[in-house]
């Protein structure tokens, strides 16, 4: 996430540096490239999380579940519900440029300025996705932190209902 935030800093600044007053690029070729630096730094920084993200999204819902209402911040749950859409649609980015790679790979020569091109296109449309991840990840420690804090719900469990019997000869 500070990966993620930092580059979002880093295009904040430029952007601010190279844009006009209101907003439009000075120089709009520059600009579409350092964006699309933009976007792969971010894809590339929220590769580590990917793989273990499902997981991470699941036991922060779990313990959200677990947490009593008070330890719970309101934006919470639709932070948690933001970060699995993003992760879904991330997925479905990802699939369709794995489809690019194998067609490149097996049904004959792809130019490498087309294969450039869907990976730019796919950091592009994922941007936005991944920025959520920048933005509301830290939900994810957030929830971990109220249910470290929680104290333990204890629910008793019933005595048995026969007693053990014990073996003949032993006493302890």
Request: no cysteine; aromatic share 8%.
């Amino acid at each position: 996430m500070a990966e993620s935030e930092a580059i979002l800093a880093a295009w904040d600044a430029y952007s601010d540096r190279h844009s006009d007053a209101d907003g439009w690029p000075l120089d709009e070729v520059a600009y579409g490239w350092r964006m699309v630096q933009r976007d792969s730094e971010t894809w590339r920084a929220f590769l580590p999380v990917r793989p273990g993200a499902r997981q991470l999204l699941a036991t922060a819902a779990f313990q959200l579940q677990h947490l009593s209402a008070g330890d719970i911040a309101p934006h919470w749950p639709s932070h948690l519900r933001d970060l699995n859409q993003a992760l879904d649609r991330l997925e479905e980015l990802r699939r369709g440029h794995a489809e690019v790679r194998e067609a490149r790979r097996t049904s004959g020569p792809v130019s490498q300025e087309k294969f450039i091109d869907s990976v730019a296109e796919r950091n592009e449309e994922a941007w936005g996705y991944l920025d959520t991840w920048a933005a509301k990840g830290h939900v994810l420690l957030d929830v971990h932190a109220a249910a470290y804090k929680a104290p333990v719900r204890w629910v008793p469990t019933p005595a048995p209902t026969t007693v053990p019997a014990r073996r003949a000869g032993r006493h302890v």
